[in-house]
């Protein structure tokens, strides 16, 4: 069955950066869509960052454009999002996700942003 399972999240002061990972498996990786999501406290699941299969495209919310750069690499099964330029109002779970709207997604890696 298919299985995400993200890591690298933690706590950072406002301008540092995190660069978190994915590891997927029970499907063919190579051949589809990935996307990061985020459930920031008391809200619903919001789309961060989407990317095509070979890593020609890539589209950001515009929340995050500019600071975080998503990428991929289908020899190891994996998805990345680094995010720079931290700020408090990214404090969230970022979970990977199959679909846009998070419906199959991993556990999730926590992110917090505060001094």
């Known amino acids: 069955q298919v299985q995400l399972v993200e890591s690298g999240g933690g706590l950072v002061t406002p301008g540092g950066s995190l660069k978190l990972s994915c590891v997927a498996s029970g499907f063919t990786f190579s051949s589809d869509w990935m996307y990061w999501v985020r459930q920031r406290p008391e809200k619903g699941i919001e789309w961060v960052s989407s990317?095509?299969?070979?890593?020609?495209?890539?589209f950001y919310a515009d929340a995050v454009k500019g600071r975080f750069t998503v990428s991929r690499d289908n020899t190891k099964n994996m998805v990345y999002l680094e995010m720079n330029d931290l700020k408090p109002e990214d404090t969230a779970r970022y979970y990977c996700?199959?679909?846009?709207?998070?419906?199959?997604r991993g556990q999730g890696t926590q992110v917090t942003v505060s001094s």
């Open positions: 996700s199959k679909d846009r709207r998070g419906n199959v």
């Open positions: 990317i095509n299969r070979d890593d020609t495209i890539r």
